[in-house]
């Protein structure tokens, strides 16, 4: 039998001739197909600036670097993978978590309003699992504060109109190659509207350079290869047919496990807001046992998050937490169980981890 992974990165022929091509022609760093991944990004997106980095988690650093957060609260969610906070720290701010929404696991606005205060210098929702957050909603529940939108899982989702990464002061992204798309390697990016901002996080990638030799701001070398950008256009150019994809076995599984008890299906979208899936993660009170049940069968599982940040030991110890701060998101923890999904995946693998879902729990009634 064989195994189903949870993810499997595509990698083409088109792919890797586009970066070896890059690699015999161009810059190693700094080249042309990274100028060029930059604007195609940007078009993508509908913003007018975007700028490439050597990760997502650099890309949320600098962009709070950029909008000065230094010495100042930024409102985020403990529901998420660990560099949604400690990006905050690096970048100078203090994170002060706001707990999530029982119904589609993204910050709750009214925690983020309950929460601001006059040091709040920026909020940084998560667009969890390719969902995208209520940011409306969240740009109302405080006004003329920051926003950095963490868009590191979510290439290519709509909310109301408009692509992820397109709204507040700027959005970030990770091309880590289990992402929607990746670069064959780290990488990430900054979209924003803002050209003065831009500018600034191009310095802060680059050394904090003014002239070759001459450097204005303590800046980082945090740029992404020339390679990397070259193999991630050609991703680029694939990503909305995988995005349909993901959506289609995000239908299927709902269609195959909608009459299941014990489990809560994602939620599939509306007219306003079109996820995109970089996981497919159901929720369940016996999450272990059915992972186990998965595994057995050759199918693998994974958990976001089994521990929110504000309980990881570097928060604990430097931010005094105990538990019971976030409830919903300490739920969450103990029950989302995500399943396989990448856009290679075919009708007849989704149809086994769903028959292997239905047995295990007629198993168990």
């Known amino acids: ?95 002060i978590f706001a707990d999530v929404s029982n119904e589609d696991y993204d910050i709750d606005p009214l925690a983020i309003e309950a929460n601001v205060n006059e040091n709040t210098g920026g909020i940084m929702p998560v667009d969890l699992f390719g969902h995208p957050a209520r940011m409306d ?25 408009k692509k992820c990464g397109s709204f507040g002061d700027a959005g970030c992204f990770s091309f880590y190659p289990t992402k929607n798309m990746t ?29 070759r030799y001459e450097h204005d701001v303590f800046g980082f070398t945090s740029r992404l290869n020339t390679a990397n950008a070259a193999f991630g ?14 959506r ?24 306003d807001l079109k996820p995109v899936f970089h996981l497919f993660a159901i929720r369940c009170d016996t999450r272990d046992v059915l992972a186990k049940s998965l ?25 005094e937490y105990w538990g019971g701060e976030f409830p919903v998101s300490e739920k969450l923890s103990t029950q989302m169980l995500s399943l396989p999904m990448f856009p290679e995946m075919t009708n007849e693998q989704v149809d086994r981890v769903c028959q292997v879902i239905n047995e295990h729990y007629a198993q168990s009634i």
């Open 295 to 319: 595994g057995e069968n050759g199918i693998d599982t994974a958990v976001h998050y089994p521990i929110p940040i504000h309980m990881q030991p570097a928060y604990r110890n430097a931010y």
């Open 233 to 246: 256009r050609v991703q680029l150019r694939h990503l909305d047919e995988w995005n349909e994809r993901r």
């Open 1 to 95: 039998m064989n195994r189903i992974p949870i993810s499997r990165p595509i990698v083409t022929k088109e792919m890797t001739e586009a970066a070896a091509n890059a690699l015999a022609n161009e810059r190693l760093v700094m080249g042309e197909s990274m100028f060029k991944f930059e604007e195609e990004f940007a078009r993508y997106i509908g913003t007018e600036h975007a700028i490439s980095v050597s990760s997502g988690t650099d890309a949320l650093i600098l962009a709070m670097m950029a909008l000065d957060v230094r010495g100042r609260d930024v409102l985020t969610t403990p529901f998420s993978f660990v560099a949604t906070g400690t990006s905050i720290v690096h970048a100078g701010g203090t994170p």
């Open 137 to 161: 909603e969240i740009a109302e529940a405080a006004p003329n504060v920051k926003i950095i939108e963490d868009a590191c899982q979510a290439h290519g989702a709509v909310y109301k109109g």
């Open 248 to 271: 289609a076995i995000a239908r299927r599984y709902v269609d195959n496990l909608k009459d299941v008890d014990g489990i809560v299906l994602p939620t599939m979208g509306t007219k």
């Open 183 to 211: 670069v064959g390697g780290d990488g990430g990016m900054v979209t924003t509207n803002d050209e003065r901002l831009a500018d600034a996080i191009r310095k802060l990638r680059d050394c904090g350079r003014v002239s």
